[in-house]
């Protein structure tokens, strides 16, 4: 696999700058702090799709999560016998990316491994993100490669979150998730950010879950051996939605902070300690890995309409 971004007329970006990424159906702002997502408009209707980042809910729009997914146990980890810390989902989504927009419709953003980094994630590591407009499509990419003599341990996932509702005039509880496999959902809790014993199936039928804030009381809704690759937000209000395509990622998430306008849609390849677990990263469930040299790849993209 190809692990150099692709350069064709490139414009190097400043750390304080958007990149604007536009065509004739939609046009997305992405922030080199994170790499972040923050918005996602459609230039037909108008209708933008990224949740505001209103900080009196939560103040991120769709931060990246690497070298970890979720919550620790104990907000540490073990490698070779070395205990080390990290917080709740890492920390790339902090960090300033090096920008480079090779043309209109595309950008690419890279971390890599510093000092900094290494004294609490001994990789040698770097990290890409590339965001690429495809007619009515927003394609995100991850790719992480391994610069280092050993194996790379990491997880790396999504978190955008969309806004709900959607279309001004309607209500939280007017839109609902259409899977695309008629599945039963098994929820698997968390007991303060660990992954738990207790499992609830949701309340889904014919692949749709309605939306309710309730759903997220208690935290995020963690879904493990889900058999649809794809989720649609739609509303019976009106004709506008959007389609989710989270093909290759082990895991997937949703949540919304209490009563908040919005729905994080989030795919995952890494998930967030089991209570049980005894710390170890190789050992983590969900843990990817690549031999030195080599390179892992996951996109997921959004469909506006």
Request: with cysteine; net charge negative; aromatic share 12%.
């Amino acid at each position: 696999m190809d692990n150099v971004i692709p350069l064709y007329l490139p414009l190097l970006i400043s750390i304080s700058s958007m990149i604007l990424l536009q065509n004739e159906t939609i046009t997305a702002s992405i922030h080199p702090k994170g790499a972040e997502l923050q918005s996602l408009q459609n230039n037909i209707t108008g209708l933008e799709y990224m949740w505001s980042g209103d900080a009196a809910y939560w103040g991120k729009h769709s931060p990246i999560l690497f070298p970890i997914v979720g919550t620790l146990a104990n907000d540490t980890y073990t490698y070779n016998e070395q205990e080390y810390y990290l917080p709740r989902h890492g920390f790339a989504r902090e960090k300033i990316f090096t920008a480079v927009q090779t043309s209109p419709t595309e950008a690419w953003f890279t971390l890599s491994s510093s000092e900094e980094t290494l004294a609490v994630y001994p990789f040698e590591f770097e990290l890409q993100l590339g965001y690429r407009l495809i007619d009515d499509k927003l394609k995100c990419t991850y790719r992480v490669i391994n610069n280092g003599n050993d194996v790379l341990w990491f997880s790396v996932g999504g978190h955008p979150a969309f806004a709900v509702p959607l279309v001004a005039g309607t209500e939280y509880t007017d839109y609902y998730l259409q899977f695309n496999q008629d599945e039963k959902l098994e929820r698997f809790k968390l007991k303060d950010g660990l992954i738990s014993d207790d499992v609830e199936a949701l309340p889904i039928k014919d692949a749709i879950l309605a939306l309710q804030p309730s759903l997220f009381y208690e935290d995020a809704i963690v879904l493990k051996h889900l058999a649809s690759t794809n989720v649609q937000l739609l509303s019976p209000q009106h004709i506008h939605g959007l389609a989710f395509d989270f093909t290759g990622f082990d895991f997937l998430g949703l949540w919304a902070a209490k009563d908040a306008p919005f729905l994080c849609i989030e795919p995952w390849c890494g998930i967030a300690d089991n209570i049980h677990h005894d710390g170890n990263l190789e050992t983590k469930e969900g843990i990817q890995q690549i031999a030195a040299g080599e390179v892992w790849e996951r996109s997921w993209t959004v469909k506006c309409f």
